[in-house]
């Protein structure tokens, strides 16, 4: 693997639903445990499978961010 190395970047992880109808609790937890499954290496980037958050609750767009700062340090 000369030309990319043997790291690849994956981006996704979070249901947009979680971030319309859940509690930060379950943000964290499923930031938490994409980060230790996907993430383990580096080179993961969190986000949601779409890309359309209208009608999420501002507080919990805020949780995964603040998981990631928390348990996506490598």
């Given at each position: 693997m000369?030309?990319?190395?043997?790291?690849?970047?994956?981006?996704?992880?979070?249901?947009?639903?979680?971030?319309?109808?859940?509690?930060?609790?379950?943000?964290?937890?499923?930031?938490?445990?994409?980060?230790?499954?996907?993430?383990?290496?580096g080179?993961?980037?969190?986000?949601?499978?779409?890309?359309?958050?209208?009608?999420?609750?501002?507080?919990?767009?805020?949780?995964?961010?603040?998981?990631?700062?928390?348990?996506?340090?490598?």
């Open positions: 000369k030309v990319i190395g043997d790291t690849m970047c994956i981006l996704g992880g979070m249901k947009n639903s979680l971030l319309q109808s859940s509690t930060v609790e379950q943000v964290r937890a499923l930031t938490k445990k994409v980060f230790n499954v996907v993430g383990k290496s080179g993961f980037v969190i986000c949601t499978g779409v890309g359309e958050i209208e009608g999420s609750n501002l507080e919990l767009i805020c949780a995964p961010v603040d998981a990631t700062r928390e348990f996506g340090v490598y």
